[in-house]
């Protein structure tokens, strides 16, 4: 069985962190979110310590997932975030100012409403 992080939040006010993650039991996959972590720690550490559990309560109330899927998606995602890096290395040369993912993300979403 294994747990892969796909994503942390974290709640301040809580003091707690949120993540999603992927439990994987030979060919059945799940994406599942697990609230109220401690915010300090190793969550790695903290969630295979529960495999057993999760992975229980992944198969209740998580959605079933393609791997392939997810992996291309995090391809994606990591192609436009280098992508991103290097125009804003010419953007910076040319005196403008960086654009952030979450810029470049509102920009993209903004032309695929207009296609």
Do not use: C
Not at 20 to 48: A, E, H
């Amino acid at each position: 069985m294994t747990i892969e992080i796909l994503e942390i939040r974290t709640n301040e006010e809580l003091g707690t962190r949120h993540a999603d993650v992927i439990i994987t039991s030979g060919l059945n996959s799940y994406l599942f979110g697990i609230g109220g972590l401690p915010l300090t720690g190793n969550l790695q550490t903290v969630l295979d310590a529960r495999e057993a559990e999760l992975f229980s309560a992944a198969q209740q109330g998580g959605r079933v997932v393609d791997l392939y899927e997810i992996t291309v998606k995090r391809v994606l995602k990591a192609f436009a975030l280098v992508t991103l890096d290097e125009i804003n290395i010419l953007r910076v040369q040319a005196g403008l100012a960086a654009r952030t993912g979450a810029q470049a993300e509102a920009a993209l979403r903004a032309k695929l409403k207009i296609l």
